[in-house]
């Protein structure tokens, strides 16, 4: 069994990754106009024991359209811990995300995840959060891009895991 956060959840990625893919996949099939509720039911209606592993590890994990607003489709609930901002607030708002980051590393993390994007790479950025109480994390982003089977980009997922104790 993975011994840390961080590799307990790429054992997990994958499976949920597939799961994600499956179902934007027959939400697309179906014609229905929103196909995101599909990919979020399909996170959500895990078997238990993983709804509970991504609900409660102590890392953030998320999934993100590939737009270029990386708007927040699903977050998990461990983000109001890091930004006092619920997940409810967060999802499917454009750039509701970069005003949680610090204003000095916002520009960064755009330039990043742009340049990830375009050359279909994995996001791997560490930066700083900054609570509505106004504390600062240091966080590590780790993203990969989900494609279909013709290789064409349907959405992010990662994780964001706070570093600030190692940072002290």
Do not use: N
Not at 46 to 51: L, R
Not at 56 to 72: G, K, R, S
Not at 81 to 92: H, I, M, N, S, Y
């Amino acid at each position: 069994m993975p011994s840390s956060p961080s590799s307990l959840l790429s054992a997990l990625v994958p499976d949920v990754a597939e799961r994600l893919r499956d179902a934007l996949a027959q939400a697309r099939r179906e014609g229905g106009d929103d196909a995101w509720r599909a990919v979020v039911r399909a996170l959500r209606a895990g078997e238990e024991p993983v709804q509970a592993l991504i609900e409660h590890v102590p890392v953030v994990i998320y999934v993100a359209a590939f737009d270029e607003h990386a708007t927040l489709r699903y977050v998990s609930p461990r983000i109001e811990q890091l930004t006092g901002v619920t997940a409810r607030e967060l999802v499917g708002s454009a750039d509701s995300w970069y005003g949680c980051i610090h204003p000095d590393d916002v520009q960064r993390v755009r330039r990043t995840e742009a340049a990830s994007f375009r050359d279909g790479t994995e996001l791997d950025c560490a930066y700083r959060i900054v609570h509505r109480d106004g504390t600062e994390f240091h966080v590590w982003d780790r993203d990969v891009v989900v494609r279909d089977d013709e290789g064409t980009p349907l959405f992010t997922q990662g994780v964001v895991l706070d570093i600030t104790p190692l940072r002290k």
